[in-house]
């Protein structure tokens, strides 16, 4: 056997144990009961440490090195690629540095839950600076190994091919306009009159409403299903892809715009190349694009006219008891597209959103790379909340930088890729809309076009490509940030 | 680290192994769509060869000798018994045996599925010859293992210490006065008259009752769920227990009575040694043991006169628009406890039972031990039938011996758990009588004496004692069937 056959038929095995790990994961979120938390643990701890082993067995050092030397097609080439790429993942960092900082970040996650709604910095960054500092640590490894800056090599693991220079310019510009946008947009918004959703909403409809949404968004139920969990998520493997969920009967906007959004996470996960299933490079690209499938969903397709014109006929039929006149089309797309200038990320708006990211963004790369320290973290908060949407977060951490789980156990690095997903999507949808005709494809309801393109794009990509390659594939050009724009001022001005 | 306690922290780390086996199972049978099957497959073998793998490290062999000259109190000798049968079970077949029966069985299986429809047993026989013989040459490797009988050594799988020649004194004694006592049963009921259940019983409403009733055996939902299959089991780990049901609109008491069943599986698994989990010791004894208790359940408790008053009160309550004469406790009694000669085990009442395993223990006896050959299967069926039961199955294949499962992927010797559980359910209920005011219990609708008793006697042994020990302890004598005899003489006559 080659040792090119090898390296697939190891990382397939890994793929096997992986695909425990995600059905178990997917089940303690949405369906263990709450004792059966401490025998899943063990188990969960058992099956990484022999994933651990698996992606560090020192034969694959030589495996790799054989691999490189043989004459491979295009597509194993990137195949190679993106294994050696994984293994590098696994393999760059000390086993002693990965517990330090897991035990480290466990700690502060665990606290923060409590301390979070106590405002408590204090007890939060103690437990904070050793995370920050083995992440530096991380950080500085992962730089030597690659060439990069610290920062960068910690984007790297979610973005690969991006870079912090190229993100700050991107940014920068962002920072020019939309500021000033947010403003022209809330004066305008604020003389609108809306009809605000009252009532309850029974759980039941709110499902049967969900399932109907994502079958027009054609959901592919035979590998895939919709449960309940505390947070939403898109989790379980390729074959078979779970999604989930959370209802709250005061109101049932949120959960199903939320389907919409993990349906569009999920067809991605349906639509990766199955020839390659296994392997890395079946994976999808990056966190980013991930986001730009969830975001095309709830952003493009979903707040579009005539989508909204389909919701607006299903939540009426399902809620027969409500003042139709609040799912009237006019008024869901008032209710789906208000800014508002506010604290928490997580409940924000599109508008408002980048700002939100472009401020986490800036913070975590001088602290990576070392130009400012954790204790500084609040007044930078502060200082950026006020330039950038004109809201002090002075004492007040639990909406301000204590607000995120992503920092608690050092997901540095993460933050860029909601914002770069949202550029994506809307330059996919510019680029879609030269060959697609999509609003004729969402006014008759049958959306085949719409996926048929992102499929032969995106999904059937998986990793064979790098992300500048897809992207310029697909569209013509690399990250292009003016179709966000474009896409921002046409919706909302 | 004492050879001892390494081989303890080895079984714990195969348990954590099977942990994951048991949910990713539940979920292939309770939550997967179809399409994840290939998938899921792929992951679960290599699992199943992972845990194989850990079973027969080299280094066990050193352990086990070690271990045995340490000088261990009396529960860890047990422990160290119940490792040491579990590593001699995953041991003492070649490899080759192994795969070769798996594909044997799979192959009969999965080709009967359809066959049995078509009473097909020529095509049947032809892929059971193999698995027959592979069964053979399986039990003559464990009887040299073991030093029992071929047939014997398959029964110790499920039932160790249990050997044919008592069971055969058994079920002799039970073939001299059951037949007579089912005709004279159903010649009491045909003078009868009962209310059918009719019209339609909604699949939530169900549910509810099922979930009622499952609080009322004290069903521990912090560790453990309810759901539905194609095939009702009682699957996941004792910290996390998954039972499933399912529903016929048409009819609900079975379904209800399913739940009673799977509830009392569960309960011995929630209430097995929590101080011992992840070792064999702390495992359920025997199939015996563990159906015995679902039948004690479904039996002993489920079919007694307060029992049958709190479901008619549940079932009134919830079926509102049902005629309520049909939930009235004699009524409910009389469908509970109807006994009628038919040709299927899994739908076959509590009196004619023991007639349908009686057959399968004599056939597949003589099957393994070479005195019978596969082809003599079916005539011996129908002779057997029309001596316990007066049917015929001549040319009735799939009514006759294609009926179930069990033997099409070659397990041999499970047939008589199902009995023995019987059995001893009516052992413990009499021994508890002795010092547990039963009725009163179950009349004030507090269980509690009850499960007590089950707890202290049966659940919290784990697989400490032998059965004949657990049984001895548990009710002063090994096993008598005597108390079966007469509780069927009690119920029915």
Redesign the interface.
């Given at each position: 056997m080659s040792a090119f056959q090898s390296l697939k038929d190891h990382f397939q095995?890994i793929d096997?144990?992986n695909?425990?790990s995600a059905?178990?994961g997917w089940?303690a979120a949405a369906?263990?009961?709450?004792?059966?938390n401490?025998?899943?643990s063990?188990?969960m701890?058992?099956?990484s440490v022999?994933v651990h082993s698996l992606k560090t067995e020192p034969q694959l050092e030589e495996w790799f090195g054989k691999a490189s030397e043989q004459s491979l097609s295009t597509q194993d080439t990137a195949v190679l690629r993106e294994m050696k790429r994984s293994w590098l993942m696994s393999n760059v960092l000390p086993a002693k540095l990965v517990e330090a900082k897991s035990l480290a970040g466990s700690k502060c996650e665990h606290a923060w839950r409590t301390q979070r709604g106590n405002d408590d910095w204090q007890g939060f960054s103690k437990n904070w600076q050793p995370v920050v500092e083995l992440s530096q640590e991380e950080a500085q490894i992962r730089a030597e190994a690659t060439g990069l800056n610290p920062y960068d090599a910690m984007l790297d693991i979610f973005e690969p091919g991006t870079n912090s220079e190229s993100l700050t310019q991107i940014f920068d510009d962002v920072k020019s306009w939309l500021p000033s946008l947010i403003d022209t947009v809330i004066t305008k918004q604020s003389a609108e009159s809306l009809i605000e959703s009252t009532g309850t909403f029974d759980t039941s409809k709110q499902k049967a409403l969900g399932l109907e949404v994502m079958k027009l968004l054609q959901f592919?139920?035979?590998?895939?299903?919709l449960d309940e969990s505390v947070h939403p998520f898109c989790g379980?493997?390729?074959?078979?892809v779970r999604i989930t969920t959370r209802y709250d009967e005061k109101e049932f906007m949120q959960s199903l715009m939320g389907i919409v959004h993990e349906t569009g996470h999920a067809r991605y996960e349906q639509g990766l190349p199955a020839t390659l299933?296994?392997n890395p490079s079946s994976e999808a690209r990056s966190m980013g694009i991930h986001e730009s499938q969830s975001l095309f969903f709830e952003m493009q397709l979903g707040r579009s006219a005539p989508f909204i014109g389909h919701l607006s006929q299903m939540a009426t039929k399902q809620f027969t008891s409500h003042d139709p006149a609040l799912f009237e089309p006019s008024n869901l797309n008032k209710l789906y597209t208000r800014v508002k200038k506010d604290f928490i990320r997580v409940d924000a708006d599109e508008l408002t959103y980048p700002a939100h990211v472009i401020l986490r963004f800036e913070i975590e790369r001088d602290l990576i790379n070392g130009k400012i320290s954790y204790k500084d973290v609040p007044e930078l908060w502060d200082a950026k909340m006020q330039s950038y949407l004109g809201l002090s977060t002075a004492g007040n951490y639990k909406n301000g930088c204590m607000q995120d789980i992503h920092w608690t156990d050092g997901a540095f690095g993460y933050f860029p890729s909601y914002t770069l997903g949202a550029m994506y999507a809307a330059q996919f949808m510019a680029a879609m809309k030269q060959s697609v005709d999509v609003d004729r494809a969402l006014n008759a309801g049958d959306l085949t076009p719409i996926f048929t393109w992102l499929s032969d794009n995106i999904w059937s990509k998986g990793s064979l490509l790098t992300t500048d390659e897809l992207v310029k594939q697909a569209t013509g050009e690399i990250l292009n940030p003016s179709h966000f724009k474009r896409h921002l001022e046409t919706r909302y001005l």
């Open positions: 095995k096997n144990f695909h425990l059905i178990c089940d369906m263990m009961p709450s004792g059966g401490e025998a899943r063990r188990a701890a058992e099956l022999h592919d139920f035979k590998h895939g299903r379980g493997v390729p074959e078979d299933s296994g």
